[in-house]
């Protein structure tokens, strides 16, 4: 295996943070009288921020009378409960323990800001991934490959001993503009299919997968 670090998305790919907006939303809509989403339709929906989010989940978005009052029915909701389903994925911390046994290097690059990413990491993960790049200006965001470049730097890697592994378009995108190979995972916010279209060639289902994947390449 030539592979000596991996670089992680955060959401979606190590920690589920889609489980807790999709009950938020749900209950922003219903609330408001609007029919719930499923997990993939809302998995969908979010790119920048919450705020986009709801427009897309509510009918007729912003144009809806009642949009500020589920926008901000959301964001209470989510207050409250944002993080009670917020977890590991199944099998990924025994993952990154294996990957450390192995004395594969690990960081974690992600858009969400640095210091919230930082206690996330301590929080949920246990420090399993010392390195960790996030939103930190004059750094620029995903698809950006700033943090990976930042990231192999820390890690003391070249381009062809490191992957990326992601649940979503922009971390393909991530991956391709860095020249780093990248493994599309489908347990977060897109699915299989729309990955594929993205441009996907390597899929991992399960984290038993991934490890098969990041193991032959």
């Known amino acids: 295996m030539k592979i000596k670090a991996v670089i992680w998305d955060l959401d979606g790919t190590l920690l589920d943070t889609l489980s807790d907006l999709v009950v938020s939303v749900n209950a922003a809509l219903e609330k408001n009288g609007f029919p719930p989403h499923a997990r993939e339709e809302l998995g969908a929906m979010v790119r920048k921020d919450m705020r986009s989010l709801m427009r897309r989940a509510t009918p ?7 949009f500020e009052q589920v926008y901000a029915d959301f964001l209470a909701h989510n ?5 009670d389903l917020l977890a590991p994925y199944e099998g990924i911390c025994a993952l990154l323990d294996e990957l450390n046994a192995m004395g594969v290097r690990q960081a974690i690059v992600s858009n969400k800001e640095e210091s919230a990413l930082r206690a ?8 399993r991934i010392s390195v960790v ?3 930190k200006p004059p750094r620029e965001k995903k698809p950006s490959p700033d943090g990976v470049y930042e990231a192999m730097r820390l890690l003391g890697c070249s381009r062809d001993e490191v992957i990326y592994v992601g649940d979503a378009q922009v971390d393909l995108h991530t991956a391709q503009n860095a020249g780093i190979p990248c493994v599309s995972v489908t347990w977060g916010f897109r699915t299989e299919a729309s990955l594929r279209e993205a441009g996907a060639q390597r899929i991992a289902r399960t984290a038993q ?9």
């Open 79 to 83: 207050a409250e409960h944002g993080t």
């Open 60 to 66: 007729d978005g912003e144009e809806n009378p009642r």
């Open 209 to 217: 997968e991934l490890l098969e994947e990041i193991k032959a390449i």
């Open 133 to 135: 790049i996030g939103d």
């Open 120 to 127: 996330m990491n301590r929080q949920y993960l246990g420090e």
